[in-house]
């Protein structure tokens, strides 16, 4: 891609190349414990001092910091094994007396997260030479160690994670070394053995040897090929700081979380199809100038260039590296694969696996446009917007051709088969896809008029404001004050839609303040903010922390940070609760692609823990917290509106055309000040906060605004001042009246499903601001019989003007009298002249679990169209594990039509007496896949002894456990239930499919 600055370096064909990824065991859960995750030398912010904070190696040669595992196994380790972490001729022997499956394993620590070639220096190996192979890990949690560790890959690859998703994927068996790499050990020693296949993401390097001899191993390195262009990997070219340490910290992973995940064109991922393919990351990626670099979604996978993903790493990559090559090519790369209706594919197609994904992702078209539009903003650059500006019409033509389809006037992507997400699969009308193509349609709108198409321009924004309104009319639940899913999923009202109609400017007003009040109340956790609510999940979207959905909300709140500062602060309190929760999980300097609820990676052990869509903080700082955004192409004008929440300074570069825009301010009780020096033949738009404060406005010391008059203007907590000049600017805002107290307080539990005699965790947030010290007593209180500790807790916090907030644990025990219904919590507080309360409200169910299959098949059988029933403690479609405990009991169906259910069923010894039951709750869990399927459909028929019926049919999301509940309430046979019966089948389609299904915690709630 271009650069803002020079970059390019010259590079051996050999160094072109690029990354690793995580299975839990105990000794690998125990050794994550000893290891913690690296971190930068930091030694606390001070301005000017932002290189402290830079994750990039100083050199490109990677030298261990530790040795992690010497385990000598069926073999033998002699010597110190330290003398593996330098080349300086002390060797540690390694000897194996048979195959890979004895043999002594020696892992070591990059330090952190890094991809390239692994280098062994060798001082001696015996005649005949075992082979000598290295392992690959993100992680120590996945780093498999035993045989049965990640589905059978420590038998065959000892110590890797797994990168190849037809091998060794979560639930399927892994048959065949495809991680590993060998090393060819030099005929002369001492020499060095170097590796021939780039990894592009691994913390950890395990070597191991197969067949018997010994080695003598004088020191690891590893050679690091990832932004092959860039010359100095640390002197970015624009920088963020702040007074806050984990701040800063966030902003730098995020950078070197997308600039690992640059590499050369040819260094593409095409996953092994044939058993016995080797790993292997040298494929072309189509489209791509193979001169210059690209940008993947991973590291390690799916290493190749993903439209979504690109949508967050190019701004990410223009903030910090300014290496405009990268981002222009992999644009590119993917706008030269546009179908002849003007539909974009989501990604690189490398390999059959891509291929065959072609018109899979419609959300992906929306992010296209988004990119085409964002790099013009970012880089002003004419001639490539000219080129593709003719594939922006036709995507944006395929996208309306679909909105077209729909009476009501919004785009499903049913008709098109092209209902795959960012993490899930759906096909309904929903706000999240229709707040994306109203965005595109402003985009386009813009980009039109940078065209000369005026005429085009207009009819871009009157459909902007169309699909706006429809989205209003149709998705928007006043009783829940939230959008919801979608029409055909109005119960449902997930983070996606929500942030993005916020962040898109559908929802203003009260209804963007009440979306995220909705989410803060029902989908914050202990980590962050959930896609839904675990409890209320849909069949199609499941439950998980989305980075790249968790952006999106980050910066819906910090838009609102001026006309309310205490939201504006959600914002910066949801990047350090989430993302700096990352930082403190392996592998320390890279976030991750997906989240599960209980805190694990998404895919175990084929996640990618350096995924680019995770960076999004770094943009949100630089351009909401600090407050640098281009308002035209190439920042021939830009604004400057920072949000400070609890922060008392920060300061920044943003590289631009026009040389760079700095800027830096001051926040505390006697005022906000701004100093800004920006490039020559630029002019732009100052917006310094009040705060909800009466204030005085000086630019270069002559007042622009006395508080009520000016040539400024006030709007939405923010004072105006525009049409200001290049060169170097100081702002200032002082307050002429006394800060007003406010306060705000959130709480969210671990789980909103609680058990008689369990125990809760609270996380409750007091945020708020002061002239001076914050100080008052919070106060949770329950239901009689709970105990709540600690039922009150004094908080006294220094605000100083500014937006504070303080977290505070509770716990509390559920008495075990405690009858089913909806219990709450609640939260009150009190101090410095102010109050705030709210209330967490809890499911408590009284429930008796019929069957495990803890301890087999617990009396089930096939029925039609299934040919077996087995207890199973993993399985090969997702999430890959029982729903409750370690066993679920899996049914193999047959090759039949794709609509035909699928049946397993029960027959107890004698009836179950199920009277005092109101409910019948069944996990059911499903392969998706059906060729031609518009969905998946559960069926739970429970039968009593006079033939009488209960039952329920419900949609369930393949690859995640779905909770189908039957009503016994009214069922009068409840007493006496003969037979249980399971079973699911795809909707839409009658195509031969021969699926698996699974059912766990078969329960009756009282």
Not at 602 to 615: D, E, I, K
Not at 654 to 669: I, K
Not at 875 to 890: H, I, K, W
Request: with cysteine; hydrophobic share 35%.
């Amino acid at each position: 891609m271009m650069r803002i600055r020079p970059l390019l370096v010259t590079l051996s064909a050999g160094v072109l190349l690029a990354a690793g990824a995580v299975s839990p065991s105990a000794a690998a859960t125990a050794a994550a414990d000893a290891i913690q995750p690296a971190a930068a030398a930091v030694t606390g912010p001070q301005p000017g001092k932002w290189q402290q904070y830079v994750d990039s190696p100083a050199s490109r040669t990677i030298k261990p910091t530790a040795v992690v595992h010497a385990l000598a196994r069926s073999g033998s380790i002699t010597g110190p094994a330290t003398n593996a972490l330098a080349v300086d001729g002390k060797s540690v022997r390694l000897t194996s007396t048979g195959n890979r499956t004895g043999s002594p394993l020696l892992t070591v620590d990059l330090g952190q997260d890094v991809g390239g070639l692994a280098n062994v220096r060798i001082l001696a190996a015996s005649n005949p030479r075992p082979a000598l192979h290295a392992c690959f890990s993100e992680s120590l949690a996945y780093l498999a160690l035993t045989g049965s560790e990640n589905n059978g890959e420590g038998n065959v690859a000892p110590g890797c994670d797994t990168a190849n998703i037809f091998n060794g994927f979560p639930g399927v068996g892994y048959t065949y070394d495809s991680d590993s790499h060998q090393l060819d050990i030099p005929a002369t020693l001492p020499g060095t053995a170097t590796d021939k296949v780039l990894r592009g993401g691994f913390r950890y390097l395990t070597l191991f040897l197969d067949g018997p001899g010994w080695v003598d191993v004088d020191g690891v390195t590893v050679t690091f090929t990832a932004a092959p262009a860039q010359t100095d990997l640390r002197n970015y070219a624009g920088h963020f700081l702040s007074s806050d340490d984990t701040v800063n910290k966030i902003w730098y992973a995020g950078a070197y979380t997308t600039q690992l995940d640059t590499g050369a064109a040819n260094t593409a991922k095409s996953w092994p199809y044939v058993d016995g393919e080797a790993d292997s990351s040298n494929a072309v990626v189509p489209g791509a100038d193979p001169t210059k670099e690209v940008i993947y979604d991973g590291g390690k996978r799916d290493r190749i260039v993903w439209q979504g993903d690109l949508a967050v790493e190019g701004p990410v990559t223009y903030l910090s590296t300014g290496d405009k090559d990268a981002v222009e090519n992999s644009l590119a790369s993917l706008a030269s694969q546009q179908l002849a209706d003007g539909y974009v594919p989501a990604e690189s197609l490398v390999g059959g696996h891509n291929t065959g994904e072609e018109r899979t992702y419609g959300e992906y078209v929306t992010w296209f446009v988004n990119n085409m539009q964002q790099n013009w903003m970012y880089t002003g650059d004419k001639a490539f917007l000219t080129k593709w500006w003719p594939a922006v019409q036709k995507a944006m033509a395929w996208l309306e051709s679909v909105r077209q389809q729909d009476p009501q006037g919004l785009i499903s992507f049913g008709a098109a088969n092209s209902c795959g997400h960012y993490g899930y699969t759906d096909c309904g009308h929903e706000t999240y896809i229709n707040a994306l193509y109203v965005r595109n349609l402003q985009q386009a709108a813009s980009l039109a008029k940078v065209m000369g198409d005026n005429s085009s321009a207009t009819t871009y924004a009157t459909t902007a404001r169309t699909v706006s309104a429809a989205i209003n009319a149709q998705l928007w639940d006043p009783a829940a004050g939230a959008y919801r899913y979608s029409r055909e999923t109005p119960d449902s009202y997930p983070q996606d839609a929500n942030a993005t109609a916020v962040l898109t400017g559908v929802a203003t007003g009260t209804r963007a303040t009440s979306a995220l009040a909705y989410l803060r109340a029902h989908n914050w956790s202990t980590l962050g903010s959930l896609t839904v609510p675990v409890a209320t999940a849909p069949a199609s979207l499941p439950a998980f922390y989305a980075p790249l959905s968790s952006g999106f909300e980050v910066d819906a709140r910090l838009a609102q940070g001026g006309s309310d500062p205490l939201v504006g602060q959600s914002g910066e309190q949801l990047v350090k609760n989430f993302w700096g929760w990352m930082l403190q999980q392996d592998p320390g300097t890279t976030f991750w692609e997906h989240v599960e609820p209980n805190g694990t990676p998404n895919l175990s052990q084929f996640s990618s823990l350096a995924h680019g869509w995770a960076s999004s903080p770094t943009v949100s700082l630089t351009q909401s917290v600090l407050g640098l955004t281009p308002a035209s192409g190439g920042y021939a004008t830009w604004t400057a509106r920072p949000t400070p929440g609890s922060l008392s300074w920060a300061e920044g570069t943003v590289p631009t055309p026009h040389g760079d825009l700095v800027a830096s301010w001051q926040h505390s009780r006697s005022g906000f000040s701004l100093q800004l020096t920006a490039p020559k033949g630029t002019s732009g738009s100052v917006q310094v906060p009040t705060f909800g404060d009466t204030v005085k406005v000086t630019v270069d010391g002559r007042t622009v605004w006395d508080g009520k008059h000016g040539s400024a203007s006030l709007q939405n907590g923010y004072v105006i001042v525009n049409h200001v000049g290049a060169g170097k600017h100081t702002v200032v805002a002082t307050p002429t009246s006394a800060v007003r107290t406010t306060v705000s307080l959130a709480a969210s539990a671990d789980t909103t499903s609680v058990a008689p005699g369990s125990t809760v965790h609270l996380t409750t947030t007091l945020t708020g601001r002061a002239s001076g010290n914050l100080t008052g007593s919070l106060t949770v209180t329950g239901p009689t019989g709970w105990v709540v500790s600690p039922a009150t807790t004094r908080i006294s916090a220094a605000s100083d003007g500014r937006v504070i907030s303080r977290t505070v644990d509770i716990y509390a025990y559920v008495s075990p009298q405690a009858a089913s219904g909806t219990p709450s919590l609640k939260v009150s507080f009190a101090g410095s002249g102010a109050s705030a309360s709210t209330s967490v409200p809890f499911s408590l169910q009284r429930t008796t679990v019929l069957y495990d299959f803890e301890s087999g098949t617990q009396g089930w059988v096939a029925g039609s169209n299934v040919t077996s029933v087995a207890a199973v403690g993993s399985f090969a479609n997702g999430p890959g594990r029982p729903e409750q405990g370690s066993g679920a009991l899996e049914a193999t169906g047959t090759g039949t039509a794709a609509d035909a259910p699928r049946t397993i069923s029960v027959t107890p010894s004698t009836p179950l007496n199920l009277s005092g039951a109101t409910t019948l709750a069944v996990a059911m869990d499903a392969y998706g896949g059906a060729p031609g399927a518009t969905g998946y459909s559960g069926t739970i028929v429970v039968t009593a002894t006079d033939g009488t019926t209960a039952q329920i049919t419900a949609p369930i999301n393949p690859d995640s456990w779905t909770t189908l509940t039957v009503d016994l309430s009214g069922f009068a046979g409840r007493d006496s239930v003969t037979s249980i019966s399971a079973s699911m089948h795809a909707v839409g389609s009658s195509q031969t499919w021969q699926p698996r299904f699974q059912i766990d915690d078969v329960r009756t709630i009282t």
